[in-house]
């Protein structure tokens, strides 16, 4: 997902040695990152309310959640059409977040013994967060075939050329790349609930309205990850998260061809803008921080001053 696109430059892609070469043009691929990490078992508290929250009566399947037979794309105008293409494509970049994690938060022979129990634990988050962010690239290819927007083959050939460019955060912090998937998943939710708001074919709709619960799921563990780590290490993560901030750019904005206009385009259809996200992060900030520092009253007034509208003394 992405947001209101502002046309600032690219990120440069610094930093942290590379673990392998890409195509012409595309991100360098990073090594693992680095701490501080929380303490495995803090961390195991927070992977334990995500999988608490995500109980099988919330769960859904997408060969029975959604009557498919009802699908109708002739129901929704072209920039609604042209807004689930788009989706479609971004969560059908799964194989390529999923690969950050593992990349990232390796789970190898050369990994120290004490890093390798917070990836662990790690990992029980990230495989279940998977497979349903898989399951809506699933669900979203399943609703353009039934409503007929796409035909199957044409739109695997179409997801085959964006899914096999490689995806790569422009962070070395493990802190920062939870702020990262914290802001874009609010944005997602925040972008699926306006959009199904307006849709005309209501099994898109329900659709839509599961989709953004997950995200919202996917959103509330970050923040509690984040949360934890500012309650824990303090100003030692103020600069990372900023960073993030800093840079931020929704997932295959550098990558994927037509982003921009495509981004603009769906931003016509439903509201799309991710530093509506920005505010969440400074409630969690404001609720785990009693006494703020210099630095961290300093991180919200930026973050802040990033919001769209914001005024640069913001
Ligand atoms: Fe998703
Ligand atoms: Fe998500």
Redesign the pocket.
Known sequence: MTSTPTMTSAPAVTGTPAVSGTPAGGPVLRGPVRGPFLAPGELAQAVTDFHLASSPARRWDVETAVDWAAADADRLTDGQRSAVRFVTLIEDHLPGYFAVYTRRFPLTADVDPAEFTHHRELYHFTVR?AV??DS?ARALFRYQTAAGIAEADALRHELALEGRKPFELPHDDAVSLFAY?LV??KA??LYYQQLRAVVGDPVLGRLLAR?SR??A???TFMADVIERYLRTHGDAVVEPIREVIARFRMPLADTMRGYWRWALQIADTARYDHTDAYDHLIRIINRAVDARSDRVEELTRFVASCRSGATASA
């Open positions: 967060w349903e962010e809506h998937a874009q998943e997602t939710q989709l997950d995200e799921r996917h959103f």
